[in-house]
């Protein structure tokens, strides 16, 4: 609802009405003037027709004059006729600072004419001043609504478009792209269909289910690359593998092209699910993970390694469970005695005591190949299960 502006009752209407009129009697070249100045100082209104911009600019000066002449604020219909510019505004194109600049070009348009007008006629100093403060207490409640309307659609167009590059790559990565939205969308998001690209999935290392912030996102897909949300985790394409992140782990697949990325990226998420099974922090591909995918796919081959060389130390009581972990122990450290004997703080004979016990109690040679495969087979799947 419109109302009046402060201090505007002691002022005679007819003084503001009159130079009002003075100034719709005049409008065509007001209108051309600010049209001309608008185009001249914000290049984007350059590309609306002349006649379109000088018929926004009448209606916004009518609509200004109106409310002075009153002296009151905007009313509801106006305010809605703001808005309407602004979302307009915003499906041309124009930003919002545009849109704002435009505004106070006219309302500078207004007040510099009525200023002009106000000396010719003597007018008295609180007509000037009730004239003044209604027109940019008027301009501020426009330009507000303008602005909010604006930022709204543009919001809305912005969360179009993530949507639009979300579904791309999904669309990208599960192989349901055709190749003329390969081309025409890849183009569009700064892609290549030439190039290889490395896919990645990627998760907390900690299962936290939230979702990965914004800077993750970005520092995964790296310049030229894009990611997206898929369940809990990020996926996405990059230029080159992507630099590990603390706290974060990733399953990279092998450089493909943009039509046969679909293959790299399930491998992507089984290196994903491997990291994750075996406890990693990092980025890996399946090769990174040695034999751990297969350790992880095949249960029934791993339980029956650890039958074989891990339930026999069941019946050493402490004793087994302290050889399982002085295994566990020397694998990690790569089957060297005096590093792993520091490790377990024993004495290297100590460790080369107990390892010949395990060899006693099982049957295995530990400087047989095959025997070193399929217990460490055993040992990993054992942590699995742990």
């Given at each position: ?201 990627a998760r907390t290392a ?56 679909a293959g790299a990226f ?11 099974a075996f406890g990693q ?106």
């Amino acid at each position: 609802m419109a109302t009046t502006t402060p201090g505007s009752e002691r002022v005679t209407p007819r003084v503001v009405g009159g130079l009002v009129s003075d100034i719709e009697s005049e409008l065509d070249a007001l209108v051309a003037g600010i049209a001309e100045r608008i185009r001249a100082e914000i290049p984007d209104f350059r590309r609306l027709p002349v006649e379109t911009l000088q018929g926004a600019i009448r209606g916004n000066v009518r609509r200004a004059l109106a409310a002075l002449r009153e002296l009151r604020a905007p009313t509801d219909d106006e305010l809605e006729g703001a808005a309407a510019i602004g979302r307009e505004r915003a499906e041309q194109g124009l930003t919002v600072d545009a849109v704002l600049h435009a505004y106070r070009v006219t309302v500078s348009a207004l007040w510099s004419r009525f200023g002009e007008l106000a000396r010719e006629r003597s007018a008295d100093v609180a007509s000037v001043l009730a004239f003044s403060e209604t027109l940019w207490l008027w301009a501020d409640a426009v330009m507000d609504v303008v602005a909010t309307a604006h930022r709204e659609v543009e919001l809305e167009h912005a969360r179009e478009d993530q949507q639009r590059r979300d579904a791309f790559v999904l669309a990208v990565v599960q192989g349901t792209a055709d190749a003329a939205d390969l081309r025409s969308e890849g183009s569009a998001y700064g892609l290549d269909t030439e190039r290889d690209y490395i896919p990645f999935r990627a998760r907390t290392a900690n299962g936290d289910p939230r979702p990965l912030p914004r800077r993750v996102a970005l520092g995964l897909a790296g310049d030229g690359g894009l990611v997206t949300a898929l369940d809990h985790d990020l996926v996405g394409i990059a230029l080159r593998p992507p630099t590990p992140i603390a706290g974060v782990v990733a399953g990279i697949g092998p450089p493909a092209r943009l039509a046969s990325l679909a293959g790299a990226f399930a491998l992507a998420c089984r290196a994903l699910q491997t990291a994750l099974a075996f406890g990693q922090e990092g980025v890996f591909s399946l090769s990174d993970l040695s034999i751990r995918p297969a350790v992880l796919v095949d249960e029934a081959l791993g339980e029956a390694f650890a039958a074989r060389y891990l339930d026999p130390l069941a019946d050493l009581g402490r004793l087994g469970a302290e050889l399982e972990t002085t295994l566990r122990t020397w694998f990690d450290q790569g089957m060297r005695v005096e590093e792993t004997a520091r490790a377990l703080h024993v004495h290297p004979n100590t460790l080369r005591h107990r390892l010949h016990r395990f060899e006693e109690s099982t049957g295995a040679s530990l400087r047989q190949p095959s025997d070193l495969i399929e217990l460490w087979w055993a040992l990993e799947r054992r942590r699995l299960g742990a």
